[in-house]
Nanobody, 116 residues
């Protein structure tokens, strides 16, 4: 059973920084991609950042230049460093992992609130 657990959410002022972590219960080499999504109240869940197995990273236009996705194999963990946060970044952030052959896994989410 694959489990993902996010941590690091919280309350921060606009312009501040916050780092999120997503710890997997299995080797992250098991996954084709690992992503961060977010969902704000009343809005659809959107892809924020993705890192592929070969290390390619992709970002939503709204976070390019401010957010950075990275990973640490030894800890089976993917990170999302968020800088220059804006109130519109307020959302529940979810970790997602897609298996190499099958499987699509989600963490329970962590709340990020950016005050103006």
């Amino acid at each position: 059973q694959v489990q993902l657990e996010e941590s690091g959410g919280g309350l921060v002022q606009a312009g501040g920084s916050l780092g999120l972590s997503c710890a997997a219960s299995v080797s992250i080499l098991s996954f084709a991609t690992m992503d961060w999504y977010r969902q704000a109240p009343g809005k659809q869940r959107e892809l924020v950042a993705q890192i592929t197995r070969d290390g390619t990273s992709n970002y939503a236009d709204s976070v390019k230049g401010r957010f950075t996705i990275s990973r640490e194999y030894a800890k089976n963990t993917v990170y999302l460093q968020m800088n220059s946060l804006k109130p519109e970044d307020t959302a529940v952030y979810y970790c997602n992992a897609r298996g190499l052959i099958r499987g699509n896994y989600w963490g329970p989410g962590t709340q990020v609130t950016v005050s103006s």
